[in-house]
């Protein structure tokens, strides 16, 4: 089937450290994949995006590349400030198209302290 | 450009009872998604409209119904809740769900309280 997996936190860190959150997706099709971040009591944002194998997404200091060799669509940044702090999920889009909806990891907690 | 909104915001409901959600997308986006999220099940995908047709549908109970209005505007509907129901509903909007490229931006989302 199609499924994400991430790791779960919550992952500490101290501020101005180097975060890697690990994401992988089952090779069913050609998905696009996703990284969106919720703060609390909100609804999703999109962080960045991948379309194609080898594409880097990029956005506010955050990377992720779609790696088909590996399934991986790791997120990086490489100093985290205390603002970071908030769940992030991973997503694959099913199959071909939209219609299918996403399908998301578990979520990442990602707590940064000063 | 406005976003996705998402009304109301918040709902206390009995079980036994019905729910009716709103969704209105980013203007000119046709395809309308929603998702329920719980603590346990994490992320879920109710069923997705485009068009005014439910173009696809994920592994919930028929208690769980949807419809989209030639505005693009979506609803979802419960019916018969049970505590289980409990949750934030999570709304999404597209341009066009053909495209594999295609983002979906998220509503602030409804969270459900079923007592």
């Known amino acids: 089937g199609n499924s994400v997996t991430q790791m779960e936190g919550p992952v500490t860190l101290s501020e101005e450290a180097f975060l890697t959150i690990n994401c992988t997706y089952t090779?069913?099709?050609?998905?696009?994949l996703f990284w969106y971040v919720q703060y609390p009591g909100e609804g999703l944002q999109l962080l960045l995006k991948?379309?194609?194998?080898?594409d880097k997404g990029s956005n506010k200091g955050f990377e992720a590349t779609y790696r088909k060799e590996t399934t991986s669509f790791h997120l990086e940044k490489g100093s985290v400030q205390v603002s970071d702090s908030a769940v992030y999920f991973c997503?694959?889009?099913?199959?071909?198209?939209?219609?299918?909806?996403?399908?998301f990891g578990k979520g990442t907690h990602l707590i940064i302290q000063p | 450009k406005a976003g996705v909104t998402q009304t109301p915001r918040y709902l206390i409901k009995t079980r036994g009872q019905q729910v009716t959600l709103s969704c209105s997308p980013i203007?000119?986006?046709?395809?309308v998604s929603w998702y329920q999220q719980t603590p346990g099940q994490g992320l879920q995908f109710l069923f997705e409209?485009?068009?005014?047709?439910?173009?696809n549908k994920g592994n919930f109970p028929g208690r769980f119904s949807g419809r989209q209005f030639s505005n693009s505007r979506s609803e979802m509907n419960v019916s018969t809740l049970e505590l289980g129901d409990s949750a934030l509903y999570l709304c999404?909007?597209?341009?066009?769900?053909?495209?594999?490229?295609?983002?979906?931006?998220f509503g602030p989302g409804t969270r459900l309280l079923v007592l």
């Open positions: 999404a909007s597209s341009l066009w769900t053909e495209n594999p490229q295609e983002t979906q931006y």
């Open positions: 090779a069913t099709g050609y998905p696009s």
């Open positions: 991948a379309t194609k194998a080898d």
């Open positions: 997503a694959r889009t099913v199959g071909g198209g939209g219609a299918d909806g996403l399908t």
């Open positions: 203007s000119g986006h046709r395809s």
């Open positions: 409209y485009f068009s005014e047709t439910q173009r």
